[in-house]
T-cell receptor, first 114, second 113 residues
Framework: KAGVTQTPRYLIKTRGQQVTLSCSPI?????VSWYQQTPGQGLQFLFE???????NKGNFPGRFSGRQFSNSRSEMNVSTLELGDSALYLC?????????????FGPGTRLTVT | GDSVTQMEGPVTLSEEAFLTINCTYTATGYPSLFWYVQYPGEGLQLLLK?????DKGSNKGFEATYRKETTSFHLEKGSVQVSDSAVYFC????????????FGQGTRLTINP
């Protein structure tokens, strides 16, 4: 089976812009979670989606949003980018929700905000 | 809230040395515990897990035992290799209701030949 794929792998944006990141889970996996990784804050949970519904949300401002499509692919959007949003954004998929089930991580999207 | 504390890094060892990376947690209830590894330029890979007290997770020569009495999940390997150089993350997950992982800050491990 193909692993979790994330596109794009690298992205450079300017402060104030918005960005959309994409995640394709492992075939058959219906739960997708997103994490932000920064040197200062480490790995932090953003949100989890299952069957097109957001099940859980981390402690991030409303500028961070996401959605999941009927084929389980997920996107996350960050509006009005700030310098502090520069990070590696990781997507993880698992077969089911309601955890804890084993999560499989993608390689991440490296976002740089200038 | 739930939290995970790992030993400060970086850790540098010689090949074939014994490895211990300490991990302690604070959680309500009985979480599942995980060790993930991140190689340069890659995402996280699950190394091992334990879902209840006294469980021992093991994989690729690495081991960790879920110690409820000391709220710990220390990672050990008897003889490390250069290829084990990576960042290691301890994490916990609530027992029910969420796929949310709470991670420690990570420990960078470098193995010298």
């Amino acid at each position: 089976k193909a692993g979790v794929t994330q596109t794009p792998r690298y992205l450079i944006k300017t402060r104030g812009q918005q960005v959309t990141l994409s995640c394709s889970p492992i075939s058959g996996h219906r739960s997708v979670s997103w994490y932000q990784q920064t040197p200062g804050q480490g790995l932090q949970f953003l949100f989890e989606y299952f069957s097109e519904t957001q099940r859980n949300k981390g402690n991030f401002p409303g500028r961070f949003s996401g959605r999941q499509f009927s084929n389980s692919r997920s996107e996350m959007n960050v509006s009005t980018l700030e310098l502090g949003d520069s990070a590696l954004y990781l997507c993880a998929s698992s077969e089911l929700a309601g955890g804890p089930y084993e999560q499989y991580f993608g390689p991440g999207t490296r976002l740089t905000v200038t | 809230g739930d939290s995970v504390t790992q030993m400060e890094g970086p850790v540098t060892l010689s090949e074939e040395a014994f490895l211990t990376i300490n991990c302690t947690y604070t959680a309500t209830g009985y979480p599942s515990l995980f060790w993930y590894v991140q190689y340069p330029g890659e995402g996280l890979q699950l190394l091992l897990k334990a879902t209840k007290a006294d469980d021992k997770g093991s994989n690729k020569g690495f081991e960790a035992t879920y110690r409820k009495e000391t709220t710990s999940f220390h990672l050990e390997k008897g003889s490390v290799q250069v290829s084990d150089s990576a960042v290691y993350f301890c994490a916990l997950s609530e027992v029910q209701g969420a796929q949310k992982l709470v991670f420690g800050q990570g420990t960078r491990l470098t193995i010298n030949p």
